[in-house]
Antibody
Framework: QVQLQESGPGLVKPSETLSLTCTVA??????????WTWIRQPPGKGLEWIGD???????NYNPSLQSRATISVDTSKNQFSLKLSSVTAADTAMYYC???????????????????WGQGTMVTVSS | DIQLTQSPSFLSASVGDRVTITCRAS??????LAWYQQKPGKAPKLLIY???TLQSGVPSRFGGSGSGTEFTLTVSSLQPEDFATYYC?????????FGQGTKVEIK
């Protein structure tokens, strides 16, 4: 059974770069049936999609982050990572990594959904 | 961006109640919609994908329907473990977006 685990500093100073890693256990980041994503949730608020990455390295990002986000994959370590530059207090949140599954419903699809999530890691931006 | 509006934002219900949550999209998204359940301090859990397909292991009291711009999540008989916050998500086009959430509390 695939498990995801986020890791990284819990405290980042304003204007610096937030760096998180998601380690995939029990599966491979190189699997063609899945790709990988980051989501965040400010305290007491809703979910915000950050971006995703395929094992090939192709990425998509949320424009709301104004090009501050970079997601990469390291197949040798079975990990993928998030860097978020020029952070402010507004970036304080629980950060989750997740697996994106390409589901097929009969002949129709693929329908993406986030079927495996990490437990999340809280990142606070403060001096 | 495609906006998703959930209603209600909050609902109070009793064990055994039938509960329905609506998710409306600002433009058509076919059936590219998922529903998640989140309990306090936990990561979200996938309940439904493709608008109406139950994820493996999810109890059959959960059901999803809809296509285009209007979708519903129904819990046929609310159980104590179902008190949580529920989110819809569109995966029709980037950037993927979530609804604001519906918190289901015990009456």
């Amino acid at each position: 059974q695939v498990q995801l685990q986020e890791s990284g500093p819990g405290l980042v100073k304003p204007s610096e770069t937030l760096s998180l890693t998601c380690t995939v256990a029990g599966g491979s980041v190189s699997s063609g049936s899945y790709h990988w994503t980051w989501i965040r949730q400010p305290p007491g608020k809703g979910l915000e999609w950050i971006g995703d990455i395929y094992y090939s390295g192709n990425t998509n990002y949320n424009p709301s982050l104004q090009s501050r986000a970079t997601i990469s994959v390291d197949t040798s370590k079975n990990q993928f990572s998030l860097k978020l530059s020029s952070v402010t207090a507004a970036d304080t949140a629980m950060y989750y990594c997740a697996r994106v599954h390409d589901f097929w419903s009969g002949y129709y699809g693929p329908f993406d959904a986030f079927d495996v999530w990490g437990q999340g890691t809280m990142v606070t931006v403060s001096s | 961006d495609i906006q998703l509006t959930q209603s209600p934002s909050f609902l109070s219900a009793s064990v055994g109640d039938r509960v329905t949550i609506t998710c409306r999209a600002s433009q058509g998204i076919s059936s590219y919609l998922a529903w998640y359940q989140q309990k306090p301090g936990k990561a979200p859990k996938l309940l439904i994908y493709a608008a109406s397909t139950l994820q493996s292991g999810v109890p059959s009291r959960f059901g999803g329907s809809g296509s285009g711009t209007e979708f519903t999540l129904t819990v046929s008989s609310l159980q104590p473990e179902d008190f949580a916050t529920y989110y819809c998500q569109q995966l029709n086009s980037y950037p993927w977006t979530f609804g604001q959430g519906t918190k289901v509390e015990i009456k």
